[in-house]
């Protein structure tokens, strides 16, 4: 009972603390993650700053209300998981690995997606150089073929999900893949970029026109920061 | 060739439903190829009819932007196969199962959502307009209250985009009433399952004015809910529920 007091407070703490700048960018493997507590991290970029392609209004509650929900929930249910664990409770544990899935992968998603975001007048839109530029255009043949294909696939998802380049671990090799809800990417495969298809992510501004959300996202993808998560 | 037959049919089948036809017009006759066209379903009230628990802004894009995507698509998704069809080729015929499923999935729960919608002011939004249906309820709930409850509890725990239903489950003579939920656009088409109401709960059924709180439509929706049609599905049969489809074609 005490810890979990505890745990629940040094978490309210660190959701209220503003990270340090650089330990945002430091990302996932950083510290998101207080205490074993998983954080809402701050932004590296201001609400209003990916406009037009993303209006601000849709950025503030992405990121304070839906991604924070997901940071809240997550943290709540690890509590219950090791509370179930404590007592051996293995059906209690088996029941709470769908919403770990879904909360701890709305985390992971969205901590990544805003990494992979950039205005423009910091390298938002700049095309990817270096490995990631040669993987694009061996696998796509070029930067144009390959965002085709990308919101080919963003439009083709059937509900909430996500859209991603990928690196199969095994192969080395980029490619597409979509991914239910919020099932974050893991496993065989490194996520390089994402974009969120919710509709959340963009009805505000562009309702149900979401090919044009699609087509505006690029000019604001951090390629810098994908071209960091190839190996 | 055929292509453009078969469009003919598809126009001919949309001047029928819009009242329109011609005293010379040909009755139409599908071949064995082509598919019939659905048209979007008028709804049974305005826009702004739901106000101020569902936006007329709301409203407008769902029905006559989403609903008619899924219209679109159906269409087109039906088109591809009854060409396939035609032309035996069973891998299309099988590649297009999900686009149907979605597409029609999407045609069904909006058509019936919309009915089981109605003016907050209207004696339908009554559950006293549901005398058997609520007695079921109760009997199977203990009381409207916890019925809600359960159906809010359902609806809050769904994972992306999807939908809530009640629906009446026969097997053989039994009946009873459930809560279930399905995932994007499944609809509920089980055998033996009969739809009495859904709430879509995708979120641009409530973002522009809800935004993230899911909880406050999900709480707002109860004043809207039209409980005439409710007892109607619930005393009738499936083939009556899904009656409304072949009027939209």
Same mark, same amino acid.
């Given at each position: 009972?005490?810890?979990?007091?505890?745990?629940?407070?040094?978490?309210?703490?660190?959701?209220?603390?503003?990270?340090?700048?650089?330990?945002?960018?430091?990302?996932?493997?950083?510290?998101?993650?207080?205490?074993?507590?998983?954080?809402?991290?701050?932004?590296?970029?201001?609400?209003?700053?990916?406009?037009?392609?993303?209006?601000?209004?849709?950025?503030?509650?992405?990121?304070?209300?839906?991604?924070?929900?997901?940071?809240?929930?997550?943290?709540?249910?690890?509590?219950?998981?090791?509370?179930?664990?404590?007592?051996?409770?293995?059906?209690?544990?088996?029941?709470?690995?769908?919403?770990?899935?879904?909360?701890?992968?709305?985390?992971?998603?969205?901590?990544?997606?805003?990494?992979?975001?950039?205005?423009?007048?910091?390298?938002?839109?700049?095309?990817?150089?270096?490995?990631?530029?040669?993987?694009?255009?061996?696998?796509?043949?070029?930067?144009?073929?390959?965002?085709?294909?990308?919101?080919?696939?963003?439009?083709?998802?059937?509900?909430?999900?996500?859209?991603?380049?990928?690196?199969?671990?095994?192969?080395?090799?980029?490619?597409?893949?979509?991914?239910?809800?919020?099932?974050?990417?893991?496993?065989?495969?490194?996520?390089?970029?994402?974009?969120?298809?919710?509709?959340?992510?963009?009805?505000?501004?562009?309702?149900?026109?979401?090919?044009?959300?699609?087509?505006?996202?690029?000019?604001?993808?951090?390629?810098?920061?994908?071209?960091?998560?190839?190996? | 060739?055929?292509?453009?037959?078969?469009?003919?049919?598809?126009?001919?089948?949309?001047?029928?439903?819009?009242? $329109?036809?011609? #005293?010379? *017009?040909?009755?139409?006759? /599908?071949? %064995?190829?082509?598919?019939?066209? &659905?048209? +979007?379903?008028?709804?049974?009230?305005?826009?702004?009819?739901?106000?101020?628990?569902?936006?007329?802004?709301?409203?407008?894009?769902?029905?006559?932007?989403?609903?008619?995507?899924?219209?679109?698509?159906?269409?087109?998704?039906?088109?591809?196969?009854?060409?396939?069809?035609?032309?035996?080729?069973?891998? $299309?015929?099988? #590649?297009? *199962?999900?686009?149907?499923? /979605?597409? %029609?999935?999407?045609?069904?729960? &909006?058509? +019936?959502?919309?009915?089981?919608?109605?003016?907050?002011?209207?004696?339908?939004?009554?559950?006293?307009?549901?005398?058997?249906?609520?007695?079921?309820?109760?009997?199977?709930?203990?009381?409207?209250?916890?019925?809600?409850?359960?159906?809010?509890?359902?609806?809050?725990?769904?994972?992306?985009?999807?939908?809530?239903?009640?629906?009446?489950?026969?097997?053989?003579?039994?009946?009873?009433?459930?809560?279930?939920?399905?995932?994007?656009?499944?609809?509920?088409?089980?055998?033996?399952?009969?739809?009495?109401?859904?709430?879509?709960?995708?979120?641009?059924?409530?973002?522009?004015?809800?935004?993230?709180?899911?909880?406050?439509?999900?709480?707002?929706?109860?004043?809207?809910?039209?409980?005439?049609?409710?007892?109607?599905?619930?005393?009738?049969?499936?083939?009556?529920?899904?009656?409304?489809?072949?009027?939209?074609?």
């Amino acid at each position: 009972m005490n810890s979990t007091m505890l745990r629940t407070s040094a978490a309210r703490s660190a959701l209220r603390a503003a990270a340090p700048k650089s330990s945002t960018r430091a990302g996932l493997a950083g510290t998101t993650f207080v205490r074993g507590k998983a954080t809402l991290p701050d932004l590296s970029y201001d609400y209003g700053a990916l406009e037009p392609a993303i209006s601000g209004k849709i950025m503030e509650l992405h990121h304070k209300n839906h991604h924070n929900t997901y940071v809240t929930s997550y943290n709540n249910f690890s509590t219950q998981l090791e509370e179930a664990k404590a007592k051996s409770d293995i059906a209690a544990q088996i029941a709470l690995q769908p919403l770990i899935n879904f909360h701890g992968g709305g985390h992971i998603n969205h901590t990544l997606f805003w990494e992979n975001l950039a205005p423009t007048n910091q390298g938002g839109g700049d095309p990817p150089t270096g490995k990631l530029a040669q993987a694009i255009n061996e696998s796509y043949g070029s930067l144009d073929s390959f965002k085709e294909k990308f919101n080919t696939a963003l439009a083709g998802i059937q509900g909430s999900g996500w859209a991603w380049l990928v690196q199969d671990t095994q192969t080395g090799n980029v490619q597409i893949r979509t991914y239910a809800n919020q099932d974050p990417v893991v496993g065989q495969f490194r996520p390089i970029l994402g974009v969120d298809a919710w509709e959340h992510a963009y009805y505000l501004q562009y309702q149900n026109r979401k090919a044009e959300y699609f087509k505006a996202i690029w000019d604001v993808i951090n390629w810098k920061a994908a071209e960091k998560r190839l190996k | 060739m055929r292509s453009i037959m078969k469009s003919s049919v598809a126009f001919v089948s949309f001047l029928f439903t819009t009242s $329109t036809i011609a #005293s010379d *017009q040909q009755p139409f006759q /599908f071949e %064995a190829m082509a598919a019939p066209s &659905h048209t +979007l379903p008028a709804l049974p009230y305005a826009y702004d009819a739901l106000e101020p628990h569902i936006s007329a802004q709301i409203m407008e894009l769902h029905h006559s932007k989403h609903h008619q995507t899924y219209v679109t698509n159906l269409n087109a998704a039906m088109k591809t196969q009854a060409e396939a069809v035609h032309t035996s080729d069973i891998p $299309t015929q099988v #590649s297009l *199962q999900a686009a149907i499923k /979605f597409n %029609a999935g999407g045609h069904i729960n &909006h058509s +019936l959502f919309w009915q089981n919608l109605a003016p907050a002011s209207s004696p339908e939004a009554k559950p006293s307009s549901a005398p058997s249906l609520v007695s079921q309820i109760k009997s199977t709930w203990g009381d409207e209250a916890a019925f809600r409850e359960a159906f809010k509890a359902a609806l809050l725990g769904i994972q992306g985009s999807g939908w809530g239903w009640l629906v009446k489950v026969e097997t053989g003579a039994e009946q009873r009433l459930a809560i279930v939920t399905t995932k994007d656009q499944d609809p509920v088409v089980g055998k033996g399952e009969v739809p009495i109401f859904g709430v879509d709960m995708w979120e641009h059924a409530y973002y522009l004015q809800y935004l993230n709180g899911k909880a406050a439509y999900v709480e707002n929706i109860w004043n809207v809910i039209n409980w005439k049609t409710a007892e109607e599905r619930f005393l009738g049969t499936r083939a009556d529920v899904f009656k409304l489809l072949k009027t939209s074609i």
